[in-house]
């Protein structure tokens, strides 16, 4: 079965993620709202983005004046901040969300602006940052503009939300502005997404995934990225407490993984 879900029933797409790791879903936010992320963001990180900065990106790398932001959604003076958190726990997104991982908590909100020239993000694996323990964390990556390979599309290793946390190795810099690479797990391959604004890919905490340059001459990649973790967790990496609760409920009794995972202290920064 395609990861490309055109039928729209909750039990078709959670099938697709259980076989898959990762589901598409078309329009799910709609053009206006898009439009509406992407005038907000530009605006946020053309006004300022000095705080934003990702670490050994040198002055004259494209992402040096568009850095990713992380956790937007603790923002709530900037009109970008608040529509990040809104979003975070927006019906839509969630009830899919609670059939692919049952009820759930927000744990972090990321914008990539990905301009044109930007580097890509080398292939990995969320839960080695987040670390959700017992099961994983899940990513909503939600296209702002076209997204495929010639503007560094995400491409996603269908079936290796089956396998375990592996270990990086290191990337190749001229390729990912982030150090570390997981290899393709034996047998499997990637799959280049294509998306269309509004289209959002859901995908397992242990999918191998990343994205390569962006190569066009005149066009960004954004996206707009959140990811999930059960409300059952027991533990989460410390960067992502304060969890949001959908209700905005306080959240108790989650506690802080510790230990340096099975790879080292991934868990204290942003991916
Ligand atoms: O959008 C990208 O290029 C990478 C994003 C990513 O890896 C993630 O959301 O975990």
Redesign the pocket.
């Known amino acids: 079965m395609s990861m490309v879900e055109e039928r729209r029933s909750t039990e078709s797409l959670a099938e697709v993620y259980r076989n898959e790791g990762v589901v598409q879903v078309p329009g799910l936010i709609t053009g206006d709202e898009v439009e509406q992320i992407r005038t907000a963001f530009m605006s946020e990180v053309e006004r300022d983005a000095s705080w934003a900065r990702d670490k050994g990106v040198p002055a004259d790398d494209p992402l040096a004046r568009y850095p990713r932001f992380i956790h937007p959604h603790r923002q709530e003076e900037m009109e970008a901040g608040r529509i990040a958190r809104r979003l975070l726990t927006d019906e839509r997104i969630l009830s899919l969300v609670t059939a692919l991982i049952g009820p759930a908590l927000g744990a972090q909100s990321?914008f990539?602006f990905?301009p044109p020239g930007a580097r890509?993000?080398a292939l990995?694996q969320?839960n080695i940052f987040l670390r959700a323990h017992p099961e994983t964390c899940l990513?909503a990556?939600i296209a702002i503009d076209h997204v495929d390979a010639e503007n560094?599309?995400?491409m996603v290793v269908p079936g290796s939300h089956v396998t375990e946390i592996v270990c990086p190795e290191e990337a190749d810099l001229a390729e990912s502005f982030t150090p570390d690479q997981v290899p393709i797990p034996e047998g499997m391959h990637t799959v280049q997404t294509k998306m269309a604004p509004g289209d959002v890919l859901f995908f397992h905490g242990s999918v191998v995934?990343?994205?390569r340059p962006n190569s066009s001459a005149d066009r960004f990649?954004r996206?707009l990225?959140f990811?999930y973790v059960p409300q059952t967790s027991t533990e989460v990496a410390s960067f992502y407490f304060p969890l949001v609760h959908p209700e905005h409920q306080p959240v108790e009794g989650i506690g802080v993984a510790t230990g340096g995972g099975p790879c080292g202290e991934f868990g204290e920064m942003a991916?």
């Open positions: 990321m990539y990905k890509g993000q990995h969320d990513a990556w560094g599309g995400l995934h990343g994205s990649r996206s990225i990811h991916h």
